[in-house]
Structures are given as C-alpha cells and as structure tokens.
C-alpha cells in the first residue's frame, strides 16, 4: 500500500512564499510522475506542475514562473516552491502519485493541505 503524506500548507499574504512537501511511502517503481493538484472552492481539481522521475516538469499557465516543483528520488518526496502568491492560488493542494506498470495504472492521492493567501 503507497501512502502519500503532505506539509506545509498554511496561510500567507499575497506576494508571500510557501513550500509545499509530499513523501511517499509504501511499494513505489520507481518510474514514476509526481505532482500537485489543486482544488478551489466551486471549481474543478486541476492540474498546478507535475514531475517525472527523469526531472521533465509540467506546469499549469497559471503558476509559471511562480512556482517551482522538484523531487529527491531517493526519498520518494515532491516538493512545491510557491512564489508570488496570489488569493486565486487559494485552495486545497493535493499530491499525486503515479506510474503504470505491466499494463496497469496506479493512482495514489494525498489527504490534501490548504493553503491560503490573504489580499
């Protein structure tokens, strides 16, 4: 069984910083993508940056050049670096895990941090 635990959420004032973390435990392969996604009250989950075992990164228009996602492999553990922050950044920042592996896919999601940002 794959547990995802997450930290650092909080509360901080527009143009303020947060680090969001993500460590995943339990039977992982180790080819595998990484991400966080994000849910705001009245919209969808979406998609804020994701990263493959290799290094490749994806991120949301929304948070390019603001935030920065990175990973150390050898602990199974995501990182979120949130710059800039804007009140529409507000919302429930979930880390997902991922990979496929003889022909079938696994999906691992976190509880979710919150992470709020003040005008």
């Known amino acids: 069984q794959v547990q995802l635990v997450e930290s650092g959420g909080g509360l901080v004032q527009a143009g303020g910083s947060l680090r969001l973390s993500c460590a995943a435990s339990?039977?992982?392969?180790?080819?595998?993508?990484m991400g966080w996604y994000r849910r705001s009250p009245g919209k969808q989950r979406e998609l804020v940056a994701a990263?493959?075992?290799?290094?490749?990164?994806n991120y949301a228009g929304s948070v390019k050049g603001r935030f920065t996602i990175s990973r150390d492999n050898a602990k199974n553990t995501v990182y979120l670096q949130m710059n800039s922050l804007k009140p529409e950044d507000t919302a429930v920042y979930y880390c997902?895990?991922?990979?496929?592996?003889?022909?079938?896919?696994?999906?691992?999601w976190g509880q979710g941090t919150q992470v709020t940002v003040s005008s």
């Open positions: 339990g039977s992982i392969f180790s080819i595998n993508t």
């Open positions: 990263i493959t075992s290799g290094g490749i990164t």
């Open positions: 997902n895990l991922r990979y496929r592996r003889y022909s079938l896919d696994y999906d691992y």
